[in-house]
Protein backbone atom coordinates (compact mmCIF):
# COMPACT_ATOMS: atom_id res chain seq x y z
CA UNK A 1 0.00 0.00 0.00
CA UNK A 2 2.96 2.44 1.10
CA UNK A 3 4.61 1.87 -2.29
CA UNK A 4 1.30 2.58 -4.43
CA UNK A 5 0.45 5.48 -2.54
CA UNK A 6 4.25 6.62 -3.37
CA UNK A 7 3.27 5.93 -7.19
CA UNK A 8 -0.21 7.55 -7.20
CA UNK A 9 1.29 11.01 -6.11
CA UNK A 10 3.95 10.97 -8.40
CA UNK A 11 1.52 10.14 -11.23
CA UNK A 12 -0.48 13.05 -10.21
CA UNK A 13 2.50 15.31 -9.67
CA UNK A 14 2.43 17.01 -13.32
CA UNK A 15 -1.39 17.62 -13.21
CA UNK A 16 -1.18 18.89 -9.78
CA UNK A 17 1.65 21.04 -10.09
CA UNK A 18 0.25 22.60 -13.24
CA UNK A 19 -3.06 23.19 -11.63
CA UNK A 20 -1.83 24.72 -8.33
CA UNK A 21 0.71 27.26 -10.23
CA UNK A 22 -2.17 28.01 -13.11
CA UNK A 23 -5.45 27.49 -11.28
CA UNK A 24 -5.61 27.39 -7.74
CA UNK A 25 -2.55 29.85 -7.12
CA UNK A 26 -4.15 33.13 -9.62
CA UNK A 27 -7.63 32.04 -7.79
CA UNK A 28 -7.20 33.36 -4.49
CA UNK A 29 -4.31 35.79 -6.06
CA UNK A 30 -7.11 37.42 -7.84
CA UNK A 31 -9.22 38.46 -4.60
CA UNK A 32 -5.84 39.62 -3.30
CA UNK A 33 -4.85 41.80 -6.22
CA UNK A 34 -8.73 43.04 -6.37
CA UNK A 35 -8.46 44.01 -2.94
CA UNK A 36 -4.89 45.97 -2.72
CA UNK A 37 -5.41 49.56 -3.15
CA UNK A 38 -3.15 51.43 -5.67
CA UNK A 39 -0.84 48.41 -6.43
CA UNK A 40 1.85 49.74 -9.31
CA UNK A 41 2.73 46.64 -11.14
CA UNK A 42 6.44 48.37 -11.39
CA UNK A 43 7.17 48.40 -7.80
CA UNK A 44 5.19 45.90 -6.58
CA UNK A 45 3.79 47.73 -3.65
CA UNK A 46 0.45 49.42 -2.87
CA UNK A 47 -1.19 52.09 -0.43
CA UNK A 48 -3.92 49.88 1.24
CA UNK A 49 -6.33 47.10 1.53
CA UNK A 50 -10.22 48.27 0.66
CA UNK A 51 -12.97 48.42 -2.00
CA UNK A 52 -11.38 51.16 -3.77
CA UNK A 53 -10.69 49.23 -7.13
CA UNK A 54 -14.08 47.73 -7.66
CA UNK A 55 -15.67 51.69 -6.59
CA UNK A 56 -13.16 52.59 -9.74
CA UNK A 57 -14.24 50.24 -11.67
CA UNK A 58 -17.88 50.98 -11.15
CA UNK A 59 -17.50 54.37 -11.68
CA UNK A 60 -15.25 53.66 -15.14
CA UNK A 61 -17.69 55.07 -18.08
CA UNK A 62 -15.76 52.58 -20.29
CA UNK A 63 -16.46 49.49 -17.48
CA UNK A 64 -20.14 50.78 -17.98
CA UNK A 65 -20.20 50.79 -21.33
CA UNK A 66 -18.89 47.61 -21.59
CA UNK A 67 -21.32 46.46 -19.12
CA UNK A 68 -24.12 47.59 -21.13
CA UNK A 69 -22.70 46.06 -24.30
CA UNK A 70 -22.22 42.97 -22.83
CA UNK A 71 -26.30 42.37 -21.51
CA UNK A 72 -27.24 43.64 -24.62
CA UNK A 73 -25.27 41.15 -26.59
CA UNK A 74 -26.53 38.27 -24.12
CA UNK A 75 -30.19 39.15 -23.85
CA UNK A 76 -30.79 39.54 -27.35
CA UNK A 77 -28.27 36.61 -28.88
CA UNK A 78 -28.83 33.97 -26.11
CA UNK A 79 -32.79 33.62 -26.77
CA UNK A 80 -32.32 34.47 -30.71
CA UNK A 81 -29.30 31.34 -31.26
CA UNK A 82 -31.17 28.90 -29.08
CA UNK A 83 -34.59 29.44 -31.01
CA UNK A 84 -33.45 29.43 -34.37
CA UNK A 85 -30.80 26.46 -33.48
CA UNK A 86 -34.31 24.63 -31.98
CA UNK A 87 -35.84 25.55 -35.54
CA UNK A 88 -33.28 23.94 -37.59
CA UNK A 89 -32.61 20.97 -35.63
CA UNK A 90 -36.70 19.89 -35.73
CA UNK A 91 -36.54 20.60 -39.43
CA UNK A 92 -33.38 18.53 -39.60
CA UNK A 93 -34.73 15.57 -37.54
CA UNK A 94 -37.41 15.49 -39.97
CA UNK A 95 -35.66 14.89 -43.11
CA UNK A 96 -34.07 12.15 -44.15
CA UNK A 97 -32.27 12.83 -47.72
CA UNK A 98 -29.20 15.44 -47.40
CA UNK A 99 -29.49 15.30 -43.78
CA UNK A 100 -25.81 14.64 -43.75
CA UNK A 101 -24.96 17.56 -45.59
CA UNK A 102 -26.89 19.86 -43.82
CA UNK A 103 -25.14 18.74 -41.01
CA UNK A 104 -21.65 18.98 -41.96
CA UNK A 105 -22.65 22.41 -43.40
CA UNK A 106 -23.98 23.88 -39.83
CA UNK A 107 -21.13 22.12 -38.56
CA UNK A 108 -18.50 24.50 -40.60
CA UNK A 109 -18.48 27.75 -38.33
CA UNK A 110 -17.42 25.69 -34.64
CA UNK A 111 -13.92 24.85 -36.27
CA UNK A 112 -12.92 28.03 -38.05
CA UNK A 113 -10.86 30.54 -36.31
CA UNK A 114 -13.29 33.33 -34.90
CA UNK A 115 -10.44 36.17 -36.16
CA UNK A 116 -10.24 35.29 -39.41
CA UNK A 117 -13.88 34.46 -40.37
CA UNK A 118 -14.57 37.70 -38.51
CA UNK A 119 -12.57 39.81 -40.97
CA UNK A 120 -14.85 38.26 -43.28
CA UNK A 121 -17.75 39.70 -41.95
CA UNK A 122 -15.91 42.81 -41.14
CA UNK A 123 -15.42 43.36 -45.10
CA UNK A 124 -19.13 42.02 -45.55
CA UNK A 125 -20.17 45.00 -43.60
CA UNK A 126 -17.89 47.78 -43.76
CA UNK A 127 -18.31 51.14 -45.56
CA UNK A 128 -15.04 52.23 -47.52
CA UNK A 129 -14.93 54.94 -50.04
CA UNK A 130 -14.54 52.20 -52.87
CA UNK A 131 -17.46 50.72 -51.91
CA UNK A 132 -20.46 50.44 -49.50
CA UNK A 133 -19.79 46.55 -48.97
CA UNK A 134 -22.31 43.39 -49.81
CA UNK A 135 -24.31 44.26 -46.55
CA UNK A 136 -25.57 47.99 -47.95
CA UNK A 137 -25.72 46.11 -51.50
CA UNK A 138 -28.61 44.02 -50.23
CA UNK A 139 -30.06 46.86 -48.40
CA UNK A 140 -30.75 49.08 -51.07
CA UNK A 141 -32.77 46.50 -52.67
CA UNK A 142 -35.21 47.40 -50.05
CA UNK A 143 -34.45 50.93 -50.68
CA UNK A 144 -32.57 51.13 -47.28
CA UNK A 145 -29.92 53.52 -47.26
CA UNK A 146 -25.67 52.64 -46.44
CA UNK A 147 -25.17 52.37 -42.97
CA UNK A 148 -21.25 51.69 -41.97
CA UNK A 149 -22.20 48.95 -40.00
CA UNK A 150 -18.55 48.77 -38.58
CA UNK A 151 -17.72 52.33 -37.79
CA UNK A 152 -21.12 53.88 -38.01
CA UNK A 153 -24.12 54.37 -35.27
CA UNK A 154 -24.10 51.95 -32.47
CA UNK A 155 -27.31 50.36 -32.64
CA UNK A 156 -25.45 49.30 -36.37
CA UNK A 157 -22.64 48.04 -34.74
CA UNK A 158 -24.69 46.13 -32.07
CA UNK A 159 -26.53 44.57 -34.99
CA UNK A 160 -22.96 43.53 -36.85
CA UNK A 161 -21.84 42.11 -32.95
CA UNK A 162 -25.00 40.00 -32.46
CA UNK A 163 -25.16 38.82 -35.88
CA UNK A 164 -21.87 37.25 -35.92
CA UNK A 165 -22.15 35.81 -32.11
CA UNK A 166 -25.37 33.71 -33.09
CA UNK A 167 -23.69 32.67 -36.40
CA UNK A 168 -20.27 31.54 -34.48
CA UNK A 169 -22.04 29.52 -31.84
CA UNK A 170 -24.74 28.19 -33.85
CA UNK A 171 -22.85 24.74 -34.67
CA UNK A 172 -23.01 23.68 -30.89
CA UNK A 173 -26.50 24.11 -30.09
CA UNK A 174 -27.56 22.49 -33.55
CA UNK A 175 -25.14 19.59 -32.88
CA UNK A 176 -26.26 19.46 -28.94
CA UNK A 177 -30.27 19.68 -29.80
CA UNK A 178 -30.20 17.23 -33.12
CA UNK A 179 -28.81 14.28 -31.04
CA UNK A 180 -31.43 15.25 -28.13
CA UNK A 181 -34.06 15.14 -30.30
CA UNK A 182 -33.24 12.00 -31.85
CA UNK A 183 -32.66 10.29 -28.60
CA UNK A 184 -36.53 11.22 -27.96
CA UNK A 185 -38.04 7.68 -27.30
CA UNK A 186 -40.01 6.50 -30.43
CA UNK A 187 -42.88 4.95 -28.30
CA UNK A 188 -44.09 8.12 -27.20
CA UNK A 189 -44.01 9.91 -30.57
CA UNK A 190 -46.19 6.05 -31.80
CA UNK A 191 -48.57 6.08 -28.89
CA UNK A 192 -49.56 9.92 -29.48
CA UNK A 193 -49.92 9.16 -33.65
CA UNK A 194 -52.67 6.41 -32.40
CA UNK A 195 -54.54 9.07 -30.52
CA UNK A 196 -54.45 11.67 -33.72
CA UNK A 197 -52.77 14.04 -31.63
CA UNK A 198 -51.64 17.47 -33.96
CA UNK A 199 -47.93 17.78 -34.89
CA UNK A 200 -48.19 21.11 -32.66
CA UNK A 201 -49.48 19.38 -29.96
CA UNK A 202 -46.96 16.63 -30.11
CA UNK A 203 -43.93 19.07 -30.35
CA UNK A 204 -45.07 21.24 -27.52
CA UNK A 205 -46.72 18.19 -25.23
CA UNK A 206 -43.89 15.72 -25.98
CA UNK A 207 -40.54 17.00 -27.84
CA UNK A 208 -40.20 20.12 -25.82
CA UNK A 209 -40.59 18.36 -22.44
CA UNK A 210 -38.23 15.20 -23.57
CA UNK A 211 -35.27 17.63 -24.50
CA UNK A 212 -36.07 20.71 -21.51
CA UNK A 213 -32.66 19.42 -20.11
CA UNK A 214 -30.77 19.76 -23.06
CA UNK A 215 -32.20 23.25 -23.64
CA UNK A 216 -31.75 24.34 -20.60
CA UNK A 217 -28.49 23.21 -20.60
CA UNK A 218 -27.95 25.14 -23.83
CA UNK A 219 -29.50 27.97 -22.07
CA UNK A 220 -27.25 27.92 -18.90
CA UNK A 221 -23.88 27.65 -21.55
CA UNK A 222 -25.36 30.05 -23.94
CA UNK A 223 -25.40 32.43 -20.68
CA UNK A 224 -22.05 32.30 -19.31
CA UNK A 225 -20.41 32.27 -23.19
CA UNK A 226 -22.05 35.07 -23.83
CA UNK A 227 -21.06 37.03 -20.91
CA UNK A 228 -17.52 36.27 -21.70
CA UNK A 229 -17.94 37.53 -25.24
CA UNK A 230 -14.56 38.87 -26.53
CA UNK A 231 -12.66 37.57 -29.30
CA UNK A 232 -15.54 38.00 -31.78
CA UNK A 233 -15.56 42.16 -30.81
CA UNK A 234 -11.90 42.09 -31.73
CA UNK A 235 -12.71 40.39 -34.92
CA UNK A 236 -15.13 42.84 -36.40
CA UNK A 237 -14.15 46.20 -34.46
CA UNK A 238 -10.26 45.98 -33.82
CA UNK A 239 -7.89 46.13 -30.74
CA UNK A 240 -9.74 49.32 -29.53
CA UNK A 241 -12.70 48.54 -28.76
CA UNK A 242 -13.06 51.42 -26.03
CA UNK A 243 -12.88 53.71 -29.12
CA UNK A 244 -15.52 51.62 -30.98
CA UNK A 245 -17.81 51.70 -27.95
CA UNK A 246 -18.26 48.12 -28.42
CA UNK A 247 -16.05 46.63 -25.27
CA UNK A 248 -17.44 44.13 -23.34
CA UNK A 249 -16.59 43.37 -19.83
CA UNK A 250 -13.70 40.20 -20.70
CA UNK A 251 -12.26 43.12 -22.95
CA UNK A 252 -12.31 45.37 -20.38
CA UNK A 253 -10.68 43.20 -18.61
CA UNK A 254 -8.04 42.54 -20.61
CA UNK A 255 -7.42 46.48 -21.56
CA UNK A 256 -6.70 47.17 -18.09
CA UNK A 257 -4.05 44.37 -17.78
CA UNK A 258 -2.18 44.65 -20.89
CA UNK A 259 -1.72 47.35 -24.31
CA UNK A 260 -2.37 50.92 -24.36
CA UNK A 261 -4.00 51.51 -21.14
CA UNK A 262 -3.02 48.56 -19.43
CA UNK A 263 -0.94 48.05 -16.14
CA UNK A 264 -3.49 47.72 -13.80
CA UNK A 265 -3.96 44.24 -12.47
CA UNK A 266 -6.20 45.38 -9.54
CA UNK A 267 -8.53 46.95 -11.47
CA UNK A 268 -8.85 43.92 -14.14
CA UNK A 269 -9.23 41.85 -11.14
CA UNK A 270 -11.95 43.85 -10.22
CA UNK A 271 -13.48 44.06 -12.73
CA UNK A 272 -13.09 40.17 -13.67
CA UNK A 273 -14.38 39.30 -10.20
CA UNK A 274 -17.61 41.36 -10.49
CA UNK A 275 -18.02 39.69 -13.90
CA UNK A 276 -18.19 36.53 -12.04
CA UNK A 277 -20.74 37.54 -9.56
CA UNK A 278 -23.11 38.67 -12.37
CA UNK A 279 -22.66 35.07 -14.25
CA UNK A 280 -22.61 33.13 -10.69
CA UNK A 281 -26.13 35.28 -10.20
CA UNK A 282 -27.74 34.51 -13.29
CA UNK A 283 -26.40 31.12 -13.40
CA UNK A 284 -28.21 30.57 -10.25
CA UNK A 285 -31.59 31.95 -11.07
CA UNK A 286 -31.65 29.79 -14.14
CA UNK A 287 -30.91 26.63 -12.42
CA UNK A 288 -33.86 27.93 -9.71
CA UNK A 289 -36.10 28.17 -12.79
CA UNK A 290 -35.03 25.40 -14.58
CA UNK A 291 -36.33 23.22 -11.54
CA UNK A 292 -39.94 24.52 -12.24
CA UNK A 293 -39.64 23.48 -15.93
CA UNK A 294 -37.40 21.27 -16.39
CA UNK A 295 -38.71 17.46 -16.49
CA UNK A 296 -35.52 15.14 -15.99
CA UNK B 1 -67.23 12.32 -47.08
CA UNK B 2 -64.77 12.33 -50.44
CA UNK B 3 -61.83 10.24 -49.21
CA UNK B 4 -59.82 10.83 -52.02
CA UNK B 5 -60.09 14.79 -51.69
CA UNK B 6 -59.48 14.33 -48.25
CA UNK B 7 -56.56 12.45 -49.13
CA UNK B 8 -54.86 14.72 -51.85
CA UNK B 9 -55.65 17.50 -49.49
CA UNK B 10 -53.74 16.02 -46.47
CA UNK B 11 -50.71 14.97 -49.10
CA UNK B 12 -50.70 18.44 -50.63
CA UNK B 13 -49.81 19.46 -46.93
CA UNK B 14 -47.20 16.87 -46.35
CA UNK B 15 -45.54 18.19 -49.01
CA UNK B 16 -45.67 21.73 -48.34
CA UNK B 17 -44.30 21.36 -44.97
CA UNK B 18 -41.54 19.70 -46.66
CA UNK B 19 -40.68 22.65 -49.04
CA UNK B 20 -40.88 24.90 -46.09
CA UNK B 21 -38.22 22.78 -44.27
CA UNK B 22 -36.04 22.28 -47.17
CA UNK B 23 -36.15 26.10 -47.96
CA UNK B 24 -35.34 26.74 -44.34
CA UNK B 25 -32.25 24.34 -43.91
CA UNK B 26 -30.96 25.81 -47.15
CA UNK B 27 -31.36 28.90 -45.85
CA UNK B 28 -29.17 28.88 -42.92
CA UNK B 29 -26.89 26.90 -44.79
CA UNK B 30 -26.26 29.80 -47.18
CA UNK B 31 -25.98 31.89 -44.58
CA UNK B 32 -23.16 29.76 -42.86
CA UNK B 33 -21.62 28.84 -46.43
CA UNK B 34 -21.22 32.38 -47.60
CA UNK B 35 -19.25 33.81 -45.51
CA UNK B 36 -16.37 31.25 -46.77
CA UNK B 37 -17.47 31.79 -50.40
CA UNK B 38 -16.69 35.24 -49.65
CA UNK B 39 -13.30 35.19 -48.51
CA UNK B 40 -12.16 32.42 -51.04
CA UNK B 41 -13.93 34.73 -54.28
CA UNK B 42 -12.32 37.89 -52.71
CA UNK B 43 -8.93 35.99 -52.12
CA UNK B 44 -8.83 35.14 -55.78
CA UNK B 45 -9.82 38.79 -57.31
CA UNK B 46 -7.27 41.34 -58.16
CA UNK B 47 -6.36 43.99 -56.03
CA UNK B 48 -7.22 46.63 -58.98
CA UNK B 49 -10.97 44.44 -59.79
CA UNK B 50 -11.68 44.60 -56.25
CA UNK B 51 -11.06 48.12 -55.70
CA UNK B 52 -13.00 48.91 -58.45
CA UNK B 53 -16.06 47.25 -57.70
CA UNK B 54 -18.31 49.74 -56.38
CA UNK B 55 -21.50 47.31 -56.31
CA UNK B 56 -19.47 44.29 -55.22
CA UNK B 57 -19.85 40.99 -58.13
CA UNK B 58 -20.96 37.83 -56.77
CA UNK B 59 -18.06 36.16 -59.08
CA UNK B 60 -15.46 36.55 -60.66
CA UNK B 61 -14.27 35.63 -64.31
CA UNK B 62 -10.34 36.29 -64.24
CA UNK B 63 -9.51 34.52 -60.67
CA UNK B 64 -5.62 35.12 -59.92
CA UNK B 65 -3.20 33.47 -57.56
CA UNK B 66 -1.28 37.00 -56.87
CA UNK B 67 -2.84 37.44 -53.25
CA UNK B 68 -1.58 34.23 -51.97
CA UNK B 69 1.88 35.05 -53.22
CA UNK B 70 1.52 38.40 -51.53
CA UNK B 71 0.12 36.66 -48.46
CA UNK B 72 3.43 35.01 -48.13
CA UNK B 73 6.20 37.20 -48.86
CA UNK B 74 4.59 40.60 -47.79
CA UNK B 75 3.53 39.59 -44.54
CA UNK B 76 5.57 36.77 -42.11
CA UNK B 77 2.63 34.21 -42.83
CA UNK B 78 4.52 30.76 -43.03
CA UNK B 79 6.26 31.99 -39.43
CA UNK B 80 2.61 32.27 -37.87
CA UNK B 81 2.14 29.09 -39.15
CA UNK B 82 5.31 27.11 -38.04
CA UNK B 83 4.48 28.93 -34.43
CA UNK B 84 0.98 27.84 -34.68
CA UNK B 85 1.96 24.33 -35.12
CA UNK B 86 4.71 23.84 -32.57
CA UNK B 87 2.21 25.59 -30.36
CA UNK B 88 -0.32 22.93 -31.39
CA UNK B 89 1.51 20.45 -31.34
CA UNK B 90 3.70 21.09 -27.97
CA UNK B 91 0.89 21.46 -26.16
CA UNK B 92 -1.56 19.01 -26.95
CA UNK B 93 1.36 16.47 -26.80
CA UNK B 94 2.10 17.78 -23.27
CA UNK B 95 -1.64 17.93 -22.22
CA UNK B 96 -1.75 14.14 -23.38
CA UNK B 97 0.78 13.34 -21.41
CA UNK B 98 -0.11 14.90 -18.04
CA UNK B 99 -3.99 14.31 -17.88
CA UNK B 100 -3.47 10.54 -18.74
CA UNK B 101 -1.56 10.15 -15.95
CA UNK B 102 -3.43 12.02 -13.89
CA UNK B 103 -6.59 10.18 -15.17
CA UNK B 104 -4.55 6.59 -14.90
CA UNK B 105 -4.07 7.52 -10.89
CA UNK B 106 -7.49 8.28 -10.66
CA UNK B 107 -8.69 5.32 -11.85
CA UNK B 108 -6.25 2.42 -11.59
CA UNK B 109 -4.56 3.07 -8.31
CA UNK B 110 -5.47 3.20 -5.12
CA UNK B 111 -4.04 5.78 -2.07
CA UNK B 112 -5.22 7.62 0.23
CA UNK B 113 -7.42 11.03 0.01
CA UNK B 114 -8.56 9.41 -3.73
CA UNK B 115 -11.74 10.43 -3.04
CA UNK B 116 -11.42 13.62 -2.07
CA UNK B 117 -8.72 14.78 -4.09
CA UNK B 118 -10.70 13.79 -6.89
CA UNK B 119 -13.72 15.75 -5.66
CA UNK B 120 -11.12 19.07 -5.11
CA UNK B 121 -10.32 18.35 -9.01
CA UNK B 122 -13.67 18.69 -10.31
CA UNK B 123 -14.54 21.36 -8.30
CA UNK B 124 -11.61 23.14 -10.14
CA UNK B 125 -13.81 22.65 -13.39
CA UNK B 126 -15.55 26.00 -12.18
CA UNK B 127 -12.67 28.50 -12.56
CA UNK B 128 -13.14 30.24 -15.14
CA UNK B 129 -10.55 31.33 -17.39
CA UNK B 130 -11.10 34.46 -17.30
CA UNK B 131 -10.41 35.11 -13.59
CA UNK B 132 -6.66 33.08 -13.68
CA UNK B 133 -5.87 34.91 -16.49
CA UNK B 134 -4.46 37.78 -14.40
CA UNK B 135 -1.92 36.58 -12.50
CA UNK B 136 -0.97 34.32 -15.01
CA UNK B 137 -0.14 36.57 -17.37
CA UNK B 138 2.07 38.27 -13.74
CA UNK B 139 3.86 35.18 -13.30
CA UNK B 140 4.61 34.67 -16.88
CA UNK B 141 5.77 37.61 -16.86
CA UNK B 142 7.97 38.17 -13.74
CA UNK B 143 9.51 34.12 -14.77
CA UNK B 144 10.60 36.59 -17.63
CA UNK B 145 8.52 34.01 -20.44
CA UNK B 146 6.88 36.74 -22.29
CA UNK B 147 8.01 36.18 -25.91
CA UNK B 148 8.31 32.60 -25.86
CA UNK B 149 6.98 29.14 -26.57
CA UNK B 150 7.29 27.83 -22.97
CA UNK B 151 5.37 31.13 -21.69
CA UNK B 152 2.44 30.37 -24.51
CA UNK B 153 2.23 26.57 -23.87
CA UNK B 154 2.71 26.22 -19.99
CA UNK B 155 -0.68 27.52 -18.52
CA UNK B 156 -2.70 25.46 -21.21
CA UNK B 157 -1.29 22.24 -20.69
CA UNK B 158 -3.90 20.58 -18.09
CA UNK B 159 -8.13 20.14 -18.23
CA UNK B 160 -9.53 19.05 -14.99
CA UNK B 161 -12.13 18.27 -17.87
CA UNK B 162 -10.50 16.03 -19.99
CA UNK B 163 -9.16 13.89 -16.64
CA UNK B 164 -12.55 13.85 -15.68
CA UNK B 165 -13.18 12.38 -19.42
CA UNK B 166 -10.27 9.46 -19.59
CA UNK B 167 -10.59 8.72 -15.83
CA UNK B 168 -14.37 8.03 -16.34
CA UNK B 169 -13.28 5.80 -19.55
CA UNK B 170 -10.00 4.21 -17.53
CA UNK B 171 -12.59 3.28 -15.46
CA UNK B 172 -14.93 1.17 -17.89
CA UNK B 173 -12.01 -1.43 -18.33
CA UNK B 174 -12.70 -4.63 -16.31
CA UNK B 175 -10.61 -4.96 -13.33
CA UNK B 176 -9.82 -8.75 -14.14
CA UNK B 177 -7.23 -7.21 -17.22
CA UNK B 178 -4.93 -5.32 -14.94
CA UNK B 179 -5.21 -8.58 -12.11
CA UNK B 180 -4.13 -10.44 -15.00
CA UNK B 181 -1.34 -8.26 -15.92
CA UNK B 182 -0.39 -7.93 -12.81
CA UNK B 183 -0.17 -11.81 -12.27
CA UNK B 184 2.01 -11.66 -15.48
CA UNK B 185 4.62 -9.13 -13.35
CA UNK B 186 3.32 -6.53 -15.68
CA UNK B 187 4.20 -2.86 -14.12
CA UNK B 188 1.72 -0.61 -13.87
CA UNK B 189 3.24 2.06 -16.65
CA UNK B 190 3.34 -0.95 -18.80
CA UNK B 191 -0.49 -1.80 -18.51
CA UNK B 192 -0.69 2.30 -18.80
CA UNK B 193 0.81 1.88 -21.78
CA UNK B 194 -0.01 -1.45 -23.32
CA UNK B 195 -3.77 -1.85 -22.46
CA UNK B 196 -5.22 1.09 -21.38
CA UNK B 197 -3.77 3.64 -23.69
CA UNK B 198 -4.85 1.51 -27.09
CA UNK B 199 -8.41 0.13 -25.28
CA UNK B 200 -9.60 3.93 -24.65
CA UNK B 201 -8.35 5.58 -27.63
CA UNK B 202 -11.57 6.80 -29.45
CA UNK B 203 -11.53 8.82 -25.96
CA UNK B 204 -8.12 10.11 -26.12
CA UNK B 205 -8.73 10.82 -30.14
CA UNK B 206 -11.32 13.27 -29.19
CA UNK B 207 -9.30 15.00 -26.48
CA UNK B 208 -6.87 15.63 -28.44
CA UNK B 209 -8.65 16.90 -31.43
CA UNK B 210 -10.77 19.19 -29.31
CA UNK B 211 -7.54 20.27 -28.04
CA UNK B 212 -6.10 20.98 -31.36
CA UNK B 213 -9.08 23.32 -32.35
CA UNK B 214 -9.20 25.00 -29.34
CA UNK B 215 -4.90 25.54 -29.72
CA UNK B 216 -5.73 26.55 -33.49
CA UNK B 217 -8.01 29.20 -32.17
CA UNK B 218 -6.44 30.57 -29.19
CA UNK B 219 -6.20 34.24 -29.21
CA UNK B 220 -5.98 35.46 -26.10
CA UNK B 221 -3.81 34.50 -23.93
CA UNK B 222 -1.29 34.25 -27.00
CA UNK B 223 -2.04 38.02 -27.59
CA UNK B 224 -1.08 38.79 -23.75
CA UNK B 225 2.29 37.11 -23.57
CA UNK B 226 3.77 38.17 -27.13
CA UNK B 227 4.39 40.91 -28.80
CA UNK B 228 7.14 39.72 -30.76
CA UNK B 229 6.03 39.01 -34.19
CA UNK B 230 8.43 36.36 -34.21
CA UNK B 231 6.39 34.57 -31.75
CA UNK B 232 2.72 35.36 -33.04
CA UNK B 233 0.49 32.72 -33.60
CA UNK B 234 -2.30 32.89 -36.58
CA UNK B 235 -4.98 34.70 -34.26
CA UNK B 236 -2.83 37.12 -33.65
CA UNK B 237 -1.18 37.35 -36.85
CA UNK B 238 -4.22 38.18 -38.66
CA UNK B 239 -5.25 40.60 -36.40
CA UNK B 240 -1.87 42.20 -36.81
CA UNK B 241 -2.40 42.14 -40.93
CA UNK B 242 -5.78 43.84 -40.31
CA UNK B 243 -4.55 46.53 -38.38
CA UNK B 244 -1.08 46.83 -40.16
CA UNK B 245 -0.71 44.11 -43.00
CA UNK B 246 -0.43 45.03 -46.25
CA UNK B 247 -1.28 48.51 -45.78
CA UNK B 248 -3.39 50.29 -48.26
CA UNK B 249 -6.03 48.09 -47.34
CA UNK B 250 -5.49 45.15 -49.76
CA UNK B 251 -8.43 43.58 -48.59
CA UNK B 252 -7.96 40.47 -51.27
CA UNK B 253 -4.95 40.12 -49.90
CA UNK B 254 -5.92 39.86 -46.60
CA UNK B 255 -8.46 37.10 -47.31
CA UNK B 256 -5.91 35.26 -48.86
CA UNK B 257 -4.51 35.10 -45.27
CA UNK B 258 -7.37 34.07 -44.08
CA UNK B 259 -8.53 31.24 -46.49
CA UNK B 260 -4.75 29.58 -46.01
CA UNK B 261 -5.28 29.98 -42.00
CA UNK B 262 -8.67 28.42 -42.23
CA UNK B 263 -7.90 25.52 -44.54
CA UNK B 264 -6.07 22.82 -42.26
CA UNK B 265 -8.87 22.82 -39.94
CA UNK B 266 -11.82 22.61 -42.54
CA UNK B 267 -9.98 19.87 -43.62
CA UNK B 268 -9.26 18.21 -40.91
CA UNK B 269 -12.90 18.59 -39.92
CA UNK B 270 -13.93 17.31 -43.56
CA UNK B 271 -11.70 14.21 -42.54
CA UNK B 272 -12.30 13.63 -39.33
CA UNK B 273 -15.88 14.35 -39.34
CA UNK B 274 -18.20 11.70 -37.77
CA UNK B 275 -15.08 11.77 -35.22
CA UNK B 276 -15.23 15.69 -34.58
CA UNK B 277 -18.92 16.13 -34.49
CA UNK B 278 -18.98 13.20 -31.76
CA UNK B 279 -16.41 14.40 -29.93
CA UNK B 280 -17.63 18.02 -29.52
CA UNK B 281 -21.03 16.88 -28.36
CA UNK B 282 -19.55 14.51 -25.66
CA UNK B 283 -17.14 17.33 -24.43
CA UNK B 284 -17.35 20.46 -26.46
CA UNK B 285 -18.04 24.09 -25.48
CA UNK B 286 -18.00 27.06 -27.02
CA UNK B 287 -21.86 28.15 -27.38
Redo the contacts between chains.
Sequence with gaps: MEQTNKKAWLYLLPAMAFLGIFLVYPLIDVFIYSLEEGYNSASQTYFGVGLYNYAYVLHDPYFLQALKNTFILVLITVPLSTGIALLISVGLSSIQKLRDLYQTVYFLPYVTNTLAVGLVFMILFKKTPYTDGLANLILSWFGAGPIDFIDGPYWAKMFVLCFYTVWVVMPFKILILTSALASVDQTYYNAARVDGTGKLRIFTRITLPMISPTLFYLIITGFIGAFKAYSDAVALFGTNLNAAQMNTIVGYVYDMLYGDSGGYPSYASAAAILLFAIVLTITCINLLVSRKHVHY | MDYEKLERSARLRSRAV?IT??A??TL??V???F??Y??VL?SVKSYGAY??????RLYTLSPTLQNYREAFTAVPLTGYFVNTILFTLATTGIML???V??A???AR????G?DL?FTL?LS?MM??N??????????ITNAGLRNTFAGLI??S??S?FY?YLLKENFAQIPDELYYAAKVDGTS?LKYLLRVMIPICRPTIVTVTILKV?EC??S??WP??ITDDQAYFL??NG??EI??NGFGR?N?PA??AA?VV??LP??V???VF?KK??AG??QG????
Design positions: KTYLLWAMVLPFWMTNSEWIPVVTLAFAFLNFQKVFLIPELVVITNFVTLPVTVIDIWNYVRLVSIQREDIMMVISLILFLRIMVAGTKG
